[in-house]
Each structure stands twice: as structure tokens, then as C-alpha cells.
């Protein structure tokens, strides 16, 4: 049986996250509200947020092709999007976050799409991270 | 759970009952969440939705319905259409609902807009996102629990 093993290198994988920013309290929140009842609760909410994030990036992406972008749209868009990383505890993409609804608050284009290309990478890391997490947790 | 012995509220528990929630959010993932930490809950994802339920529509129709139903309303504060503000007002407003607890969330920290919502007669105003901590104090405040 190897659940000692998995159950250590899943811990080591949950602490990494942590050292290196990109999880906040909140997945910790998450967690505890695991229970019997729900045994896969954090993973269900995780797989819901990442079917919700990739349709606002979509129109995130469809916003910023305009020729005149309109930074209220895009504000809206990433306060959701920020409202959704920030529930399942991703820190660092939802400071990201911050960044993009500054820029368009400033009305800076160039930085909107920079933070984005920046907050889609960061996105999809944590993403990656958390598939292989999860993958262990089921073993 | 024992009624509250503040004079005050016309608001009361049965001693059996769990509280029903209404909760509205126009995100999945709080919804989810609301749905998971309020366990006797109806999840709507906007206001109108939401006076609907509570028998507040326009129609007028099932008020008492709305009344017997629902012990608390949690809503975002940043939502399309409708904010939580305004589903306050109008909760508020009725004549029915209008001693339902009504809990405001929001992911901003706008002192501004924490005060016009408490002044409106909110019961609490919540930082998102909602933590089981949040959930204790809020049962502990409706129930008039020394802390």
C-alpha cells in the first residue's frame, strides 16, 4: 500500500504551491470543507472554476481585439474572473488580477494586454499544478 | 436552535428548524461554495430571481409562500441587472420580508459602500470570499450569542 507515500508527497506538493505564492488560506477553506458526505468537494470546485474561467478568458481575449477597447467590459470581465480564482484560493493569479483592473482603470491598453498574456500564463500553470495534484490525491 | 430573545426581532425559529438560506450570486463558484457552507440553502443567481422566490415579484402572488420559506438572504453586492443593494431595498421595502436578515458580500472593502448597505438595514456585510468563520459569527449574531 502505497497511501503513506501519496499521502507525504501530496502534502509536499500542497506546501510547494504555498511556498511558491500561488495558493492562498482559501484552498485551505476548501478543504475543510471536505467531508464524507462530499470526499471530492475541493476538486469539483476546482474543475467548475476552470470551466468557468476558460469562457471568461474567452471573451476577455474576443474584448481585447476591439479597436477601441471598452475598459468598463474588461473590468466587469476580470472582476469575475478575479471574483472565481480568488474562491478557490489562487493567489497569484488574482494578483494578476489586480493588475489588469488597474491598467483598465487607467485606461492603458498596452498594459492590459501585457497583465493578460501574464495572468493566462499564470493561470494555466496553477491549472497543470493542480491536474497533478489532484491525480495523486486519488491514488 | 432557540428563538432569539431579543424584543426586538419579530424574526423566529422554530426550535427543530435548520435556517433556510436564499443565497444569490451571479458567480457559479460562490454559489457553489454558499450552497456548501449554508446547508439548507436555495441558490438564485440574481435579484429578480431572488424576489421571485421570495414572493416579491411584481404579480404579488405566494407571498406568505416566500414568508414561511426563507429565514436569511445572502447576496453578492456586484451583480448585473440588479445589485445586492438594491435587492436589500426591496426586500426591506415589503411589508412581508421586511424583518428578514439580509447579508450583504462583497470582494471589495468600500467603507462607503459597507456603511450605505448596513444603513439600508443590512443585517452584515461580508468580505468574500465566505469562510466557515464568517458562517459562525453570522449564526452567532442571529441568534443573539454572547461571544
Same mark, same amino acid.
Given at each position: 500500500m502505497d497511501t503513506n507515500h501519496s499521502r507525504r508527497q501530496l502534502a509536499a506538493m500542497k506546501q510547494s504551491l504555498f511556498d511558491q505564492g500561488l495558493l492562498d488560506e482559501q484552498f485551505i477553506q476548501l478543504e475543510e470543507l471536505?467531508?464524507?458526505?462530499?470526499?471530492?468537494f475541493v476538486e469539483e470546485i476546482v474543475t467548475l472554476h476552470y470551466r468557468d474561467s476558460s469562457r471568461l478568458i474567452s471573451s476577455i481575449e474576443q474584448a481585447l481585439k476591439e479597436r477601441n477597447l471598452d475598459f468598463n467590459k474588461l473590468d466587469t470581465l476580470m472582476h469575475q474572473f478575479k471574483g472565481s480564482s480568488s474562491s478557490i484560493g489562487a493567489k497569484k493569479v488574482k494578483a494578476e488580477c489586480n493588475l489588469f483592473r488597474e491598467y483598465c482603470r487607467a485606461g492603458n491598453a498596452e498594459g492590459c494586454m501585457r497583465s493578460f498574456q501574464q495572468l493566462k500564463k499564470e493561470h494555466a500553470a496553477l491549472r497543470k499544478k493542480l491536474e497533478a495534484y489532484f491525480q495523486v490525491s486519488r491514488v | 436552535m432557540a428563538a432569539p430573545s431579543s424584543s426586538s426581532s419579530t424574526w423566529v425559529m422554530e426550535t427543530s428548524d435548520v435556517p433556510h438560506v436564499l443565497a444569490v450570486d451571479d458567480n457559479l463558484i460562490d454559489r457553489k461554495l454558499v450552497e456548501k457552507l449554508l446547508r439548507n440553502s436555495s441558490c438564485k443567481e440574481n435579484g429578480p430571481r431572488a424576489l421571485e422566490l421570495l414572493g416579491?415579484?411584481? +404579480?404579488?402572488?405566494?407571498t406568505m409562500n416566500g414568508r414561511s420559506k426563507v429565514n436569511l438572504v445572502i447576496t453578492d453586492?456586484?451583480?448585473? +441587472?440588479?445589485?445586492g443593494y438594491e435587492l436589500l431595498k426591496k426586500i426591506k421595502e415589503s411589508s412581508v420580508m421586511k424583518e428578514v436578515p439580509v447579508v450583504i458580500m462583497s470582494s471589495e472593502n468600500i467603507p462607503t459602500r459597507i456603511n450605505k448597505c448596513l444603513e439600508e438595514g443590512a443585517q452584515m456585510f461580508i468580505l468574500k470570499p465566505l469562510k466557515q468563520s464568517d458562517v459562525k459569527k453570522l449564526t452567532c449574531q442571529l441568534m443573539n450569542c454572547e461571544v
Open positions: 471536505q467531508d464524507d458526505a462530499n470526499p471530492n | 416579491l415579484t411584481s +404579480g404579488g402572488q405566494n453586492y456586484c451583480m448585473p +441587472g440588479m445589485t
